[in-house]
Structures are given as structure tokens and as C-alpha cells.
T-cell receptor, first 115, second 115 residues
Framework: DGGITQSPKYLFRKEGQNVTLSCEQN?????MYWYRQDPGQGLRLIYY???????QKGDIAEGYSVSREKKESFPLTVTSAQKNPTAFYLC??????????????FGAGSRLTVL | AQSVAQPEDQVNVAEGNPLTVKCTYS??????LFWYVQYPNRGLQFLLK??????LVKGSYGFEAEFNKSQTSFHLKKPSALVSDSALYFC?????????????FGSGTRLSIRP
């Protein structure tokens, strides 16, 4: 079945450590996105990528980094510079064409807790 | 800059009654508008979208939404609520012709349907 796989589902990190969240899709979608979800703040856009080897900052990119070396993969690194990294992270992708453009398919999410 | 507002944190409705979840937006250019739903401990699922054409859009699970350009609103509606509709609902926006396809979400509205 086509879809988006995020791993790990739960992750615990000590302060000062970088962690990388994995996002893989087999939908042949060009665009991929990372959002952060906090209670009462909805989903906030961290980074997005329209094509391989290109990505743009979203509204809260500080303290995060991404890469897009393959169409299927869009990993997110939460660096030690991110001041409040404890959150639920959602990866999404979207296809092209009149019916698929900008319609996001989401992964199940990764919950990061900083101890 | 794009923005989305969901003015109600929570909406409470009795089963069988009509429901409305409000959304207003701000974009430069013509909007693409979306509604997504999130059930507990799950990722987001696409409900419906407005791209162009008829202002009343029908989507999954009996939901519909009305695009109002003059009021910059895209309220989600359902004629008769079900207990199973209880979930967190998000409105999202991007704009036509945006090569970057930056998709912004609102803060979410928790819908609670009482039996």
C-alpha cells in the first residue's frame, strides 16, 4: 500500500543532543512537508520541499534542518539549537495535477520528548 | 503573508443537530482551501478542498464547506452531527500559482458531539 512512513514513533532525547526523524513516502509525490503540532497552536510549518535537492524554510525553521537527496525521503534533524523541541512532528507529501495538487497525505507522526 | 484563523477552540453540538466549524483566511492571490480531520492518536486525514468553481464543496463523511470570498471564510458544515464526528478539525490554505506551495494550517477546533 502507498503511504508515508515516519520513524521512530516515540523518541526521547537529552538536552543538547541532535536527533533525526525519518520520513519516507512511496506515493511518487514531488512535494514533502514537515509540521510541528503543539496543543492549542495547531500545525506549524517547519520546512517544505517541492523537488529533490531543493527545500524552503517554513514559519518556524530555526533549530531544524532538512535534506532532500531522494524523492522518497525527507528527514528532519532537530538540533540542540531548538529551544523547545518537545512536540508531535508530522510529515506530509502532495502530488500534482488538478485533483492531487496541494492535497496532503500525512504520516502517523513522531512524538519527541526532551528529558 | 498567508494566515488562517479558527476562532473557536471547541465546538459542542448535540447528536443530530447541524454543526459549523469556522475558518477565515488571508492570502495574496486566489486561495486553495482545505479541511482536515485528526482522530485521537492518528495522523490527519483530508476531508475536502476548494480550488475554483461552485462555492459549496462536498467532502467525505457528509461534510461540506462554503467558500465566501467577500468574507474570506471557508466554514465547515454538516446537516446532522454524529458522535463519531468528534475529533480535531483543521483548516488550511495556500494560493494559486504558488510555485512554493506553502500550505498553512489554523490552530484547530475540537468538535465534541454529545449523544
Amino acid at each position: 500500500d502507498g503511504g508515508i512512513t515516519q520513524s521512530p514513533k516515540y523518541l526521547f532525547r537529552k538536552e543538547g543532543q541532535n536527533v533525526t526523524l525519518s520520513c519516507e513516502q512511496n506515493l511518487n509525490h514531488d512535494a514533502m512537508y514537515w509540521y510541528r503540532q503543539d496543543p492549542g497552536q495547531g500545525l506549524r510549518l517547519i520546512y517544505y520541499s517541492q523537488i529533490v535537492n531543493d527545500f524552503q524554510k517554513g514559519d518556524i525553521a530555526e533549530g531544524y534542518s532538512v535534506s532532500r537527496e531522494k524523492k522518497e525521503s525527507f528527514p528532519l534533524t532537530v538540533t540542540s539549537a531548538q529551544k523547545n523541541p518537545t512536540a508531535f512532528y508530522l510529515c506530509a507529501s502532495s502530488g500534482q495535477g488538478p485533483s492531487g495538487a496541494n492535497v496532503l497525505t500525512f504520516g502517523a507522526g513522531s512524538r519527541l520528548t526532551v528529558l | 503573508a498567508q494566515s488562517v484563523a479558527q476562532p473557536e477552540d471547541q465546538v459542542n453540538v448535540a447528536e443530530g443537530n447541524p454543526l459549523t466549524v469556522k475558518c477565515t483566511y488571508s492570502v495574496s492571490g486566489n486561495p486553495y482551501l482545505f479541511w482536515y480531520v485528526q482522530y485521537p492518536n492518528r495522523g490527519l486525514q483530508f476531508l475536502l478542498k476548494y480550488i475554483t468553481g461552485d462555492n459549496l464543496v462536498k467532502g467525505s463523511y457528509g461534510f461540506e464547506a462554503e467558500f465566501n470570498k467577500s468574507q474570506t471564510s471557508f466554514h465547515l458544515k454538516k446537516p446532522s452531527a454524529l458522535v463519531s464526528d468528534s475529533a480535531l478539525y483543521f483548516c488550511a490554505v495556500t494560493s494559486w500559482g504558488s510555485s512554493a506551495s506553502k500550505i498553512i494550517f489554523g490552530s484547530g477546533t475540537r468538535l465534541s458531539i454529545r449523544p
